[in-house]
């Protein structure tokens, strides 16, 4: 496969776009409750997110 047609390739696409959505979620998230259970799960979702963004990411300029 060449540059192009990898960087085109929609599952890096979908990735990304899911990402966003786990992102999203933990944004929604954060604000249920004002405890240390709802922070740390909220975390653990932008952690998931930014780490499958930047792999998203990463592979569409690779």
Same mark, same amino acid.
């Given at each position: 496969?060449?540059?192009?047609?990898?960087?085109?390739?929609t599952?890096?696409?979908i990735m990304l776009t899911i990402s966003i959505f786990i992102? /999203? !979620?933990?944004?929604? !998230?954060? !604000?249920l409750g004002d405890t240390v259970f709802y922070t740390i799960v909220a975390n653990i979702f932008f952690i998931a997110a /930014?780490? /499958?963004?930047?792999?998203s990411v990463f592979a569409i300029l690779k």
């Open positions: 496969m060449n540059k192009s047609a990898s960087a085109n390739d599952r890096n696409y992102g /999203i !979620f933990g944004v929604y !998230f954060r !604000f /930014i780490a /499958i963004c930047l792999r």
